[in-house]
């Protein structure tokens, strides 16, 4: 089944404990891109990735570290997380570059409590 | 700049119901429109979009059309069911490296 899986889809943490968000995709899409979603504010764009080892700052991207070493996965790392980085996060694919105009396929999200 | 506005919810309808959601949109150059649907636990999907103006996307009884002259892409079913409950966010495209755009979602509660 085509799919973008991301783990875990809940974590409660400290602040400061680094953490990693995985995400993977076995589409064999070359764009990637991660968001995180809070209420009143609608979808915003981290990061996303191009291509394998090519990444990019999207809107709030400050906080957040990503890599892509394969084309299959996009893992998300907060190296010190904080409590304004509670929210609910979504992993996404799509087929080419140019991910505004592709459709893009979403992963399940993971809800991120930092205390 | 790039930007989507769609109503706020939310929306509260009976089963059968007709549904509108409207979305207006300012963007520079030629946008795709898209609407997505998360359903509650769920990550977003893609419900219908479309390409160019004039163009009618639709999926699942759902339906929206691209008004380049008013710059909006409202939803829109004839009767809504329980099962259609769910946050709906309209987005535009552009080329090049440009991220989706999403409006706020319009959360949808249908009751029977």
């Known amino acids: 089944e085509a799919q973008v899986t991301q783990n875990p889809r809940y974590l409660i943490t400290v602040t400061g404990k680094k953490l990693t968000v995985t995400c993977s995709q076995n589409m064999n899409h070359e764009y990637m891109s991660w968001y995180r979603q809070d209420p009143g504010l609608g979808l915003r764009q981290i990061y996303y990735?191009?291509?394998?080892?090519?990444?990019d700052k999207g809107d709030v991207p400050e906080g957040y570290k990503v890599s892509r070493k394969e084309k299959r996965n996009f893992p998300l790392i907060l190296e010190s997380p904080s409590p304004n980085q509670t929210s609910l996060y979504f992993c996404?694919?799509?087929?080419?570059?140019?991910?505004?105009?592709?459709?893009?396929?979403f992963g399940p999200g993971t809800r991120l409590t930092v205390l | 700049g790039n930007s989507v506005t769609q109503m706020e919810g939310p929306v509260t309808l009976s089963e059968e119901a007709f549904l509108t959601i409207n979305c207006t949109y300012t963007a520079t150059g030629y946008p795709s429109l898209f609407w997505y649907v998360q359903y509650p636990g769920e990550g977003l999907q893609l419900l219908l979009k479309?390409?160019?103006?004039?163009d009618k996307g639709s999926n699942k009884g759902f339906e929206a059309t691209y008004r380049k002259e008013t710059t909006s892409f409202h939803l829109e079913k004839g009767s809504v069911q329980v099962s259609d409950s769910a946050v709906y966010f309209c987005a535009l495209g552009l080329s090049g490296n440009t991220p989706l755009v999403f409006g706020k979602g319009t959360r949808l509660s249908v009751i029977a």
């Open positions: 996404a694919s799509s087929p080419r570059p140019g991910g505004g105009y592709n459709e893009q396929f």
């Open positions: 990735s191009m291509n394998v080892e090519v990444t």
């Open positions: 479309a390409t160019k103006a004039d």
